[in-house]
């Protein structure tokens, strides 16, 4: 079956425009994570999902970072007014039974 | 707190050599999961094992084999044989669902080259 995707792979924005980045998780899977991966390290882990609600932000780094997944399928993260700090590699998992978790490929996010 | 340590940061190695890559973890709860990922140069994360706290049975998949010791907190890869297409950065994580998170703790990896 089709695994996590994510889209766009690829994003360049000029400092203090906003941003979203989606995900589509493996069909039936109700857990969805968003990761925050910088250069040379390990993912950072940012928010939670199950199902349509959030159940853990404690990652996200700032308030202009905000993410949704209204129908509990495709999840959006948007950054507001997006810093240089906030380039990196964002990545979305998901896992049927809270365990094993599935990444897709990445958005990799340059802010100039 | 959770932690994984992951001291090599590069490792390289000549086609056919084996190799084995550290992970140490912090934990102070009796039930967690350890991971291994795989991160190629297209930068997805590829799962390769999941292993329990309770389990403390080595495993072999292939040239791959892990080394799991709770006494130590370490829980260590092994790539027999190494191939060229096993070059790419090696994540070790941690869950902790004792603490209601179910997200990951990574390592900062190691990277791995192996020379043909």
């Known amino acids: 079956g089709a695994g996590v995707s994510q889209s766009p792979r690829y994003k360049v924005a000029k400092r203090g425009q906003d941003v979203a980045l989606r995900c589509d998780p493996i069909s039936g899977h109700v857990s969805l994570f968003w990761y925050q991966q910088a250069l040379g390290q390990g993912p950072e882990f940012l928010t939670y999902f199950q199902n349509e609600a959030q159940l853990d932000k404690s990652g996200l780094p700032s308030d202009r970072f905000f993410a949704e997944r209204p129908e509990g399928s495709v999840s959006t993260l948007k950054i507001q007014r997006t810093q240089q700090e906030d380039s990196a590699v964002y990545l979305c998992?998901?896992?049927?039974?809270?365990?094993?978790?599935?990444f897709g490929p990445g958005t990799r996010l340059l802010v100039l | 707190a959770q932690k994984v340590t992951q001291a090599q940061t590069e490792i390289s190695v000549v086609e056919k050599e084996d190799v084995t890559l550290d992970c140490v973890y912090e934990t102070r709860d009796t039930t967690y999961y350890l991971f291994w990922y795989k991160q190629p140069p297209s930068g997805e994360l590829v799962f390769l094992i999941r292993?329990?706290?309770?389990?403390?049975q080595n495993e072999i998949s292939g040239r791959y084999s892990w080394n799991f010791q709770k006494s130590t907190s370490s829980f260590n890869f092994t790539i027999t044989a190494s191939q060229v297409v096993d070059s790419a950065v090696y994540f070790c994580?941690?869950?902790?669902?004792?603490?209601?998170?179910?997200?990951?703790?990574f390592g900062t990896g190691t990277r791995l080259t192996v020379i043909p």
């Open positions: 998992a998901s896992s049927r039974d809270q365990e094993t978790q599935y």
């Open positions: 994580a941690l869950s902790d669902p004792e603490t209601g998170a179910n997200n990951l703790f």
């Open positions: 292993r329990n706290s309770f389990d403390e």
